[in-house]
């Protein structure tokens, strides 16, 4: 069966999530998350991406990644920070074989009406798995760095975030309201539906803008704006 060719969009910030094999454990111990996170920052500085959102969870990760002028640095990006976290697992554990699915899922934000709420929905998963009751409790996601202290230095900012305020301390308090406020079951359920049919995350008229510029046809249409908190 052909696979459908994968969106992705120069300049645009995508949801990525990719999961281990048959839901396996991915990340067993601390030095596992930290030598993901330490590749990750590597490599999309050596590439020229952004990073406006991860977490990392037990079997999967969830990141908001925006590949830059190159669309195709989304795909090296995850190849190389894939390719080595295998290697890296599987010279602990003394075995061979890949740790992940056989291909990582994307989605397309519409920037100005989804992105401040995708990467709340990622840093939100250690709270919708009960492992913490508030996001920043949770080391291994983005959200500590922008409520408090810059825990990965190496984060950028997305331009929705920015926006929340002129200085750092606005932007932080303006952000934990935002992730104190509760999250539509129907938002939840769009952004997730969006990654894993590889799909845009965004109403009509994203869609549509797309379809224009990238001369394709997308047949799913979005829900519309998600609800104003």
Known sequence: MTRTAR????????????RGHNRQTVFARDADYRYYLKSLSDWKERLGCRIY???LMTDHVHLIVDPGSYPENLG???????????????RLERKNGTIWEGRFRSSPIDIKNYLLVCCRYVE?????????????????????????????????????YIGLGSAIEERRS????????????????????????????????????IE????????SRGRGRPRKS
């Open 7 to 18: 969106i992705v969009i120069a300049n645009y910030p995508h949801h990525i999530l990719q």
């Open 53 to 55: 959102a991860f977490c």
């Open 76 to 90: 090296r990006l995850m190849k190389r920070v894939a390719g080595r976290q295998t290697g890296f697992a599987n």
């Open 124 to 160: 939100m998963n250690p709270v919708f798995a009960g492992i913490c009751s508030k996001p920043e409790e949770y080391p291994w996601s983005s959200c500590s760095s922008k409520i408090s202290f810059p825990r990965y230095g190496w984060l950028d900012e997305d331009p929705l």
């Open 174 to 209: 303006n952000y934990l309201e935002l992730l104190r406020q509760s999250i539509p079951e129907q938002e939840k359920e769009t952004i997730l539906a969006s990654v894993y049919r590889g799909q845009l995350t965004g109403g009509n008229n994203f869609i549509e803008e």
């Open 212 to 219: 224009s510029r990238l001369h394709l046809r997308v047949e």
